[in-house]
């Protein structure tokens, strides 16, 4: 179960939540945060799966299941939708942080 869900989060793409907009449309504040707000959260999902791909802790692969399933729920997802949501937010997150490198340039 553990390996369909890492095998979802990265085969399933999605439009990239609000960094596909125009370069020169640039993100609110509020849509910045936003982003990163996910990335973040998909980071620490991200982290429990391989944790127990590596710990193989007894019953780890249910709690694992069972908290992203709980985690699409809250959010009103299915575990697809929410794998493919944390795709999307860490590429946005990537390439706002570039951007971010390259205008300091």
């Not at 193989?56 to 929410?82: C, H, I, P």
């Not at 949501?85 to 300091?104: F, I, M, N, P, T």
Request: hydrophobic share 45%.
């Amino acid at each position: 179960m553990i390996r369909n869900l890492a095998l979802a989060a990265l085969a399933i793409s999605a439009p990239v939540l609000a960094a596909d907009k125009p370069k020169d449309e640039g993100l609110s504040p509020q849509g910045l945060l936003s982003v990163a707000k996910m990335a973040g959260a998909c980071g620490i999902m991200d982290s429990l799966i391989h944790f127990q791909k590596t710990t193989k802790m007894n019953g780890g692969d249910d709690f694992v299941s069972r908290f992203w399933a709980l985690e699409a729920t809250r959010l009103g997802m299915t575990v697809q939708e929410y794998s493919s949501k944390c795709d999307s937010a860490v590429l946005a997150y990537d390439r706002l942080w570039k951007a971010s490198e390259e205008s300091r340039k």
